[in-house]
């Protein structure tokens, strides 16, 4: 989160910078009509900026990190199991969100050497650090989206052939980084649904064969999905798999 909120933090200077100008006070005169400084306006427009910025924090949050991978797979694993109120949505999203945290620990940290520290310190400007700050970010992206998605939205985007990296816009890079993530989480999801999906048809086949067609045969699979599940140390093996793919 410290890179999320590093951009607001380097924004705030500016705004709280023209709030105290002296002259900056609206008025309005007997026609009606509101009449202010030129900074009124550019502060409440930054204010006002700043305020959007934060409230779209945790959509940025699920869209630029691992967080749409890692809750994706978390949820396909709780349904191929079975029980799809187990765990609980706060507790999978928590396991999400600290996930989320752990996979992006170095860019945070990378953008806090390079960016917030710099900037904190008066050595670098607020237009500096903040292209410092999406740079890691950028980065971790551009790892993460195949190329054949890149091509696609470069292509709706009618956007030239990108000769280098830095050469792919942001607002191309986002969707195309998205695309992927949902591509990856879905492969890693169909894995982990055929074990699941052979124990059903095993005790499907199984009570068929013993005349017994009325019971339901996820009542009597469920026991045993749980029961693999817990031996192999499904957590385990997922959390793992899911840090790993990001390496």
């Given at each position: 989160m410290i890179g999320l909120l590093a951009s607001a933090i380097l924004w705030l200077p500016s705004c709280t910078a023209d709030a105290q100008l002296g002259d900056a006070q609206l008025r309005i005169d007997s026609g009606?009509?509101?009449t202010g400084s030129?900074?009124?306006v550019n502060s409440g427009l930054e204010l006002f900026f700043l305020l959007t910025f934060l409230a779209l924090l945790p959509t940025l949050l699920m869209m630029v990190t691992s967080f749409t991978r890692v809750i994706i797979?978390?949820?396909?694993?709780?349904?191929a199991i079975g029980?799809?109120?187990l765990p609980p949505n706060q507790v999978?999203?928590?396991?999400?969100?600290?996930?989320?945290?752990f996979i992006m620990a170095p860019v945070w940290q990378e953008v806090n050497r390079t960016a917030l520290q710099p900037y904190l310190a008066g050595e670098i400007p607020q237009a500096e650090a903040m292209d410092r700050a999406v740079r890691p970010l950028r980065q971790f992206m551009l790892r993460?989206?195949?190329e054949r998605d890149l091509a696609l939205f470069m292509q709706l985007g009618q956007q030239p052939r990108p000769r280098t990296p830095d050469d792919v816009p942001t607002w191309v890079l986002v969707p195309s980084f998205i695309v992927s993530e949902l591509k990856t989480a879905f492969?890693?999801?169909?894995?982990?649904?055929?074990p699941f999906l052979i124990i059903d048809m095993i005790v499907s086949s199984a009570l068929m064969s013993m005349g017994m067609i009325m019971l339901?045969?996820?009542?009597?699979s469920l026991p045993f999905k749980v029961l693999l599940f817990v031996m192999v140390d499904g957590w385990d093996l997922i959390v793992r798999s899911l840090v790993m793919s990001f390496q």
């Open positions: 009606g009509a509101a030129a900074g009124t797979v978390l949820s396909f694993a709780r349904n029980v799809p109120q999978l999203l928590g396991l999400a969100l600290f996930l989320t945290i993460q989206t195949r492969q890693m999801g169909f894995v982990i649904f055929i339901p045969p996820v009542v009597v």
